[in-house]
C-alpha cells in the first residue's frame, strides 16, 4: 500500500544504476532536467564484466571520470590474445599500435568499485540518487500525460514518482521488455557462464602489457576468459552451450573443473592458484528486443540487449547507449516530443554498430573459424579487426571485414561437410 499522498515529480526516472543507468541519468541532470536514479541493491554491489573496450574512452571522458579511473589502482589493458583449441598463443592485439593515443590503453575494472564511481558521479552531476530501492510498479501514462511509479525503499514506505520518462536500465531483468513482451533470444547464441576469482594465477612480468586473454577448450566446445583484475587476483570465466551444460550432470564446480581439464593452457596459468570467491553461474544472457523505446520510455545496456561476454563489449554499449539516450531525452524535452521516434532517434545507428559486433560473435562460435588462419588469409584486415575489438564500430569502414570473412567462412563450412 502506497502511503504518501504528493508523488515525487520528477523529469527522468532511471532504473538501474548500472553503467547504462548512471550515464543516462548523470547526463540528463547535467542538461538541466530534474533527474531521479534508483537502484534495488545497496551500492556498491557485485557484478560481472570488468574488461572494459578502449572506446568506452570517450563517454567516460564525457562523463568526467577519465582522471579518477586513472588514480585509481585498476589494472591497465592493453590488448586482447586468444588461444586457440591446440593450445597456440595466436598474435597478441595490442591497441597501442593500431592507436597511440591515450585511449588505445583501458582498464580492467573491479565492477562494485566501477559501477560505484560512476553512481557517485551522477549524483555529482545534479542526480537524486537511491540505492535500496525497488521499483514495485509503472503505469505508463496517456500519450503526453507523465507516468506513475511506485517505488518501494528497503527501510521505509512506499511512495509513488511521476515522470516524464522513463529509462528502463535494469540489465537482464529487463522490466519493461519483459513487461511488454519486447524480449527476443537469440536462438542461436544461448550461452550459459560459470566464473569466479583466483589470487596466484600465472601474471605477466612487472613492465609487460596485460591482456584479456580468451582459450579455447581442446574439443572447442566451450571457452575461458583470463582477466587480470588488480593485487594478485584474475577473474576466471568457462562460457559453453546452456544445453551443454544442462547435459553435463554435476555442480556448477563440477562442471567448471570438467571443462577446465580440457583447456591446459589454463591449468598451468592456474597451477599455483586458489580460488577465493564462490563459483556464481548465468545462463542465457544472450537477447535483443523488438522495441527500444514507446511513448516517454526508452531502453539502455543490457536491458536493450545483450550479445555476449567473448569481446567485452557489454559495458562498452551500456555506457554508449546511456550517453545517446541521455541526449535523445534532452532533445526530446526542449522540442516538448517524447515519442518513441523521438527518444529512439539513436537506435538505428546503434543497431549498426551492434550488428557488426553481434556477427564477429558469431564467428567466433564457427567451429572451422579461427582468428590466426582469417588472418593468414586476409592481412589486409589487420586493421579492421582491431578496430572491432576496440569497439570502433560505429560511424567507421570496420564492416568491411566481413565482405571476406563470411565467404571465408562459408568456404570453410563446405570444405569441413565434404569431409
Known amino acids: 500500500m502506497v502511503t504518501s499522498s504528493d508523488p515525487l515529480t520528477v523529469d527522468c526516472v532511471c532504473i538501474g544504476a548500472g553503467p547504462a543507468g548512471s550515464t543516462t541519468a548523470a547526463l540528463v541532470a547535467q542538461h538541466g532536467w530534474k533527474t531521479l536514479l534508483v537502484e534495488r541493491d545497496p551500492m556498491p554491489r557485485f557484478h560481472v564484466g570488468e574488461s572494459l573496450m578502449p572506446e568506452t574512452y570517450w563517454t567516460l571522458e ?158 572447442k566446445d566451450s571457452w575461458f576468459w583470463y582477466i587480470p583484475m588488480s593485487g ?72 536493450y540487449g545483450f550479445i555476449d561476454p567473448i569481446y567485452s563489449s557489454g559495458v562498452y554499449l551500456a555506457l554508449k547507449s546511456g550517453e545517446l539516450a541521455a541526449d535523445a531525452i534532452d532533445e526530446g524535452f526542449r522540442s516538448s516530443d517524447l515519442s518513441a521516434g523521438q527518444l529512439a532517434k539513436w537506435c538505428p545507428d546503434f543497431e549498426q554498430g551492434v550488428d557488426l559486433i553481434r556477427r564477429l560473435v558469431r564467428a567466433f562460435y564457427t567451429r572451422p573459424f579461427s582468428f590466426g588462419g582469417f588472418m593468414k588469409e586476409h592481412p589486409q584486415h589487420q586493421s579492421n579487426l582491431t578496430d572491432l575489438l576496440i569497439g570502433r564500430v560505429f560511424g567507421n569502414e570496420a564492416g568491411d571485414i566481413f565482405d571476406d570473412m563470411d565467404p571465408w567462412i562459408r568456404q570453410l563450412l563446405m570444405s569441413e561437410s565434404v569431409e
Open 62 to 219: 564525457r562523463l568526467g571520470v577519465v582522471d579518477e579511473l586513472r588514480r585509481r589502482a585498476f589494472t591497465r589493458k592493453q590488448g586482447v590474445q586468444f588461444v586457440t583449441q591446440q593450445g597456440k598463443e595466436t598474435r597478441p592485439f595490442f591497441f597501442r599500435q593500431h592507436d597511440d593515443r591515450e585511449s588505445s590503453i583501458t582498464w580492467h575494472v573491479e565492477r562494485a568499485d566501477f559501477d560505484q564511481m560512476l553512481f557517485e558521479n551522477a549524483q555529482r552531476l545534479g542526480a537524486d540518487c537511491r540505492d535500496r530501492t525497488r521499483v514495485t510498479d509503472i503505469h505508463f501514462g496517456e500519450p503526453g500525460e507523465p507516468h506513475l511509479l511506485t517505488l518501494k525503499p528497503a527501510d521505509g514506505e512506499p511512495y509513488e514518482v511521476r515522470a516524464r520518462v522513463v529509462v528502463d536500465a535494469t540489465g537482464q531483468q529487463a522490466m519493461i521488455a519483459n513487461r511488454l513482451g519486447l524480449r527476443e533470444n537469440y536462438a542461436d547464441l544461448q550461452k550459459a557462464a560459470i566464473w569466479g576469482y583466483y589470487r596466484g594465477g600465472a601474471r605477466m612480468p612487472d613492465g609487460e602489457a596485460e591482456l584479456t586473454t580468451i582459450m579455447n577448450t581442446s574439443d
Open 232 to 303: 594478485d587476483t584474475v577473474s576466471v570465466g568457462l562460457v559453453s552451450d546452456s544445453d551443454r551444460m544442462k547435459r553435463t550432470r554435476g555442480t556448477a564446480e563440477e562442471i567448471f573443473q570438467q571443462e577446465l581439464a580440457n583447456c591446459p593452457v589454463l591449468q598451468q596459468r592456474l597451477e599455483h592458484a586458489e580460488l577465493v570467491s564462490e563459483l556464481r553461474v548465468a545462463k542465457e544472457f544472450s537477447y535483443s528486443t523488438r522495441e527500444h523505446a514507446g511513448e516517454g520510455w526508452v531502453l539502455v545496456g543490457d536491458a
